[in-house]
């Protein structure tokens, strides 16, 4: 079943050429069925990238997905044009009156920083609190995972001796957890960040589950126990060339990165890195769709307002 989104928007073409079914907005209207409402608060630089990542795994699932894009009202992108901002994208104060299925919010280049000190924290502060009563299941990635876990449970976030960059395997811990149906035991996903979260404090949390750990990357799936909140400290999103390029790109700026690990073919940044993680990308996106979103939400998305009220 399709994605539906505005009908020029950029990564339609990426995704029709993949053979990915993407529907205009004129042609769901035709549709007497209830898309899924997802909502996805893009904090990237590379905000059409990403745009193209994530509606590429939303889009492989048998379910109708009506996807908004979200920006930050108080902070300027730099990256993205003006133009493709106003056209495709929303603001809180656009949304805010709605219900939502599901919400994504992305990662950010912005680890450096304690979390208040970040410019638009306080507007995402209330962009999480208002998903506890307007948005059924959120689904947070790499920062945007530490972000929530510090806003919901009080998780702190360290700073990593070197940056984690690479394709790290990671151990299912539930198998039976609705989540990781499907995953086989050991599973690899990239990561790129400069801060992680310690296991030991998440298992501080009573109403959290970790869900899948690496040696070297530490927790990688957490969970809640209403299933109504998801992180990802990794990107399964990413695109095989997306560790590549922001590695070119921290040797432009002089930082000297290490080169990711278990990515490029005998460490050889020549070489293209194979695609080892797509399957469980997919995997992970269309069990949170179905099983925490889909199968959960009610009909008459009101009905979240009146049982989660502010």
Same mark, same amino acid.
């Given at each position: 079943?399709?994605?539906?989104?505005?009908?020029?928007?950029?990564?339609?073409?990426?995704?029709?050429?993949?053979?990915?079914?993407?529907?205009?907005?004129?042609?769901?209207?035709?549709?007497?069925?209830?898309?899924?409402?997802?909502?996805?608060?893009?904090?990237?630089?590379?905000?059409?990238?990403?745009?193209?990542?994530?509606?590429?795994?939303?889009?492989?699932?048998?379910?109708?997905?009506?996807?908004?894009?979200?920006?930050?009202?108080?902070?300027?992108?730099?990256?993205?044009?003006?133009?493709?901002?106003?056209?495709?994208?929303?603001?809180?104060?656009?949304?805010?009156?709605?219900?939502?299925?599901?919400?994504?919010?992305?990662?950010?280049?912005?680890?450096?920083?304690?979390?208040?000190?970040?410019?638009?924290?306080?507007?995402?502060?209330?962009?999480?609190?208002?998903?506890?009563?307007?948005?059924?299941?959120?689904?947070?990635?790499?920062?945007?995972?530490?972000?929530?876990?510090?806003?919901?449970?009080?998780?702190?976030?360290?700073?990593?001796?070197?940056?984690?960059?690479?394709?790290?395997?990671?151990?299912?811990?539930?198998?039976?957890?609705?989540?990781?149906?499907?995953?086989?035991?050991?599973?690899?996903?990239?990561?790129?960040?400069?801060?992680?979260?310690?296991?030991? /404090?998440?298992?501080?949390? &009573?109403?959290?589950?970790?869900?899948?750990? #690496?040696?070297?990357?530490? $927790?990688? *799936?957490? !969970? @809640?126990?209403?299933?109504?909140?998801?992180?990802?400290?990794?990107?399964?999103?990413? /695109?095989?060339?997306?560790? &590549?390029?922001?590695?070119?790109?921290?040797? #432009?700026?002089?930082?000297? $990165?290490? *080169?990711? !690990? @278990?990515?490029?073919?005998?460490?050889?940044?020549?070489?293209?890195?194979?695609?080892?993680?797509?399957?469980?990308?997919?995997?992970?996106?269309?069990?949170?769709?179905?099983?925490?979103?889909?199968?959960?939400?009610?009909?008459?998305?009101?009905?979240?307002?009146?049982?989660?009220?502010?």
């Amino acid at each position: 079943m399709p994605i539906k989104v505005q009908s020029n928007l950029p990564a339609i073409k990426v995704l029709e050429n993949e053979n990915i079914f993407v529907m205009p907005n004129e042609v769901a209207l035709r549709q007497d069925i209830r898309p899924l409402k997802i909502l996805i608060l893009n904090l990237m630089p590379t905000k059409i990238a990403t745009e193209t990542q994530l509606l590429r795994l939303l889009g492989n699932s048998p379910l109708q997905v009506d996807i908004e894009l979200l920006q930050m009202a108080s902070h300027t992108s730099k990256n993205t044009s003006p133009h493709h901002l106003t056209t495709f994208y929303k603001t809180f104060d656009d949304v805010k009156g709605e219900t939502f299925d599901g919400l994504i919010i992305t990662g950010a280049p912005v680890e450096h920083l304690p979390f208040e000190e970040v410019d638009y924290w306080d507007e995402l502060c209330e962009i999480m609190e208002w998903s506890k009563h307007n948005v059924y299941s959120t689904f947070h990635i790499c920062w945007g995972a530490q972000a929530g876990l510090y806003f919901h449970y009080g998780v702190e976030k360290y700073q990593l001796d070197e940056k984690l960059s690479g394709i790290y395997t990671h151990r299912v811990l539930n198998p039976t957890h609705r989540l990781m149906f499907g995953f086989d035991d050991y599973f690899r996903i990239p990561h790129s960040r400069y801060t992680s979260v310690r296991l030991d /404090d998440l298992k501080k949390c &009573a109403g959290l589950e970790v869900l899948a750990v #690496s040696e070297e990357a530490g $927790p990688a *799936i957490i !969970c @809640n126990k209403t299933g109504r909140q998801v992180f990802i400290t990794g990107h399964a999103e990413y /695109d095989r060339e997306t560790l &590549a390029n922001e590695y070119y790109r921290d040797i #432009s700026r002089g930082l000297n $990165p290490k *080169i990711p !690990c @278990n990515y490029f073919p005998g460490d050889d940044a020549s070489q293209t890195p194979p695609m080892v993680w797509r399957s469980y990308a997919t995997l992970l996106y269309t069990n949170w769709l179905n099983y925490f979103v889909y199968q959960a939400t009610p009909y008459d998305l009101k009905e979240l307002l009146q049982k989660y009220p502010h």
